[in-house]
């Protein structure tokens, strides 16, 4: 039941925060309103709280949806300042955001293939 990520194509974060009140049912209702997204594709979509001390992820597994709920004891996620409504992310930058850091990073080494000399 838990989300394994290496299957996931795409990642989302919807920008801004939403009342934590809300379960799956008013989670899958805010992204099915947004246009060019697909709820029951191998996607993620994440949602943070007011004081960004929490997260919730939403993804779509065979047969149902599952929300994860991760709260924060003394820090805050670096949640980006957007003014798009949602926004695609990397695998990279989700595992940034998860340690704390911003996604947007100014120095990244690029990803190489694998080779030998």
Not at 54 to 79: C, P, R
Not at 93 to 100: I, M, Q
Request: charged fraction near 30%.
């Amino acid at each position: 039941m838990l989300i394994d990520i290496k299957h996931v194509e795409h990642f989302y974060i919807i920008c801004g925060s939403i009342d934590f009140r809300k379960g799956i049912e008013g989670c899958v209702r805010i992204v099915s309103r947004m246009e060019g997204l697909d709820l029951f594709s191998e996607s993620v979509f994440l949602f943070c709280n007011r004081k960004k001390d929490a997260i919730k992820v939403l993804h779509f597994d065979l047969n149902g949806f599952e929300l994860l709920t991760k709260m924060l004891l003394e820090s805050k996620y670096q949640w980006p300042k957007s003014k798009e409504e949602v926004m695609a992310i990397t695998k990279p930058e989700l595992r940034w955001l998860l340690l704390g850091l911003s996604i947007e990073q100014k120095r990244v080494f690029k990803e190489t293939s694998k080779r030998i000399f």
